[in-house]
Structures are given as C-alpha cells and as structure tokens.
C-alpha cells in the first residue's frame, strides 16, 4: 500500500486552514475535555470516599448517600450517561439548557470517573493500619487535620498507582464526547476519514496522540509521586 500524508496540508473548507491543524485543534479539546473531567472526578470522589469511610452512628445516612452515588455512576455506561446528561436532563431541568455540549461531556465523564476513585480512596483508608484515627485523635487531632496529616498522605501513596492508570483512562474516555458533537480528536478522525478516505493515516496519526497524551499523563503522575516521595 501506498501512503499519502499531503491530505494533512488540504483545506478542509472549515474553520481550520487545514487538516493538520485541525488535529491539533481536537487534540487540544480532548485535553480540555479530559482535564476539566479530571478536576471533577478528584474532588468530588476523594470526598465520596472519605464519606463512605466516616464512622460515626448519625453518619450512617451520608455513608448510605455516598455508597448509592458509586453504584449509580459505576454501573452506568459511560455513552449512556453522556446520553442522559445531552438529551435528559435538559428536558427535567431546564438549567441544563443553558450548558454547553462540552460542559456536559465534562461533568458524564468526571462523575463516571468519581465513582471510581471513591472506591480507591475507600480501599485506601482500609489498608492503613488499625489505630491510625485513634492515634490522629489521642494527639488532640480534629477530626478534619487527622485526614489532612495523618490518614490522607497515607492514603496517597497507598492508591496513586490506581489513581494513575484512572488519569490516564480518562483520556481515552473522553472520546466518547464525540457522541454530543465535542470536537474532540475521534470527532476529527471520523469526519477526515469521511472527507479525504485516508482513514489508516488518520487513525494512525490519532492513536499516536492518544498514546502520547497517555504517556505524558503517566510521566506527569510519576513525577509527582517522585516529589511526594511516594514512588
């Protein structure tokens, strides 16, 4: 077979002057789309996570709260929830009208994704050493700085090669947010190939993308587990 790689330097009558910097274009949606995602899905599963492992008799309901949030999201394909969030919620809160295509791929993929974390943050604190809290407390710890010096950098270290590989699979995730119109790079590969049918050089050129943004994730977690001396 022959390649044509010129394709990349034609007018794809867009926005874009050409299909190159087309691409990159996408590629720099599926880093917003993943990174926005990303935010969402660390804060709102550490706390998830903490939830669940709060001990205390009148904290039975919150524990109860946050287990269903994780069954929820976790048991849900992703497309589908990216669906719910496009065509449903708009419809029974008209709020969600005002949300962009985007905002509303960000938020199906970081809460899909805060399932996921709260579990690790969940195993986390149950793999530390019994007495930690009791220990955190005879110091005269409240209960928000024993999470914040004692049980948490523990907990860090103990789930970051977890944390890891989700910060690199919510890359690849994100392309589901083709499904809403984002003009994210499996967007880009969909409609190239339709318009130019040099669909092995476009996906080629996409996979190597992913791949790299993936790689680039992966150095960038490492790095901070090497500063935390985690690693």
Known sequence: MSWHWEFLFDDPGGADPTYWQWLFSAWGWTLAVAGLAWCVALVVGVAIGLVRTWRGDDKGWA??????????????????????????????????????????????????????????????MGALAKGQRAAATALGLSTGQSFRYVLLPQVGRIMWPALTSEAMSIVKNSSVAFAVSVSELTLFAMQAQEET??????YLLVTGLYAFTAFMVYALMTGIAAKAKWA
Do not use: K
């Not at 976790?74 to 709020?95: A, K």
């Not at 005002?98 to 969940?122: N, Y």
């Not at 049918?197 to 476009?202: A, C, K, L, P």
């Open 63 to 124: 524990a109860g709260l946050a287990t269903a949030w994780v069954e929820l999201f976790r048991n849900i394909p992703l497309l589908v929830q990216v669906f719910l969030w496009y065509h449903v919620l708009p419809m029974l809160f008209p709020v969600f009208r005002h949300f962009s295509p985007f905002l509303l791929a960000v938020m199906a993929i970081g809460l899909f994704t805060s399932a996921r974390i709260a579990e690790q943050v969940r195993s986390g």
């Open 197 to 202: 049918s040099r669909g092995i050089e476009v």
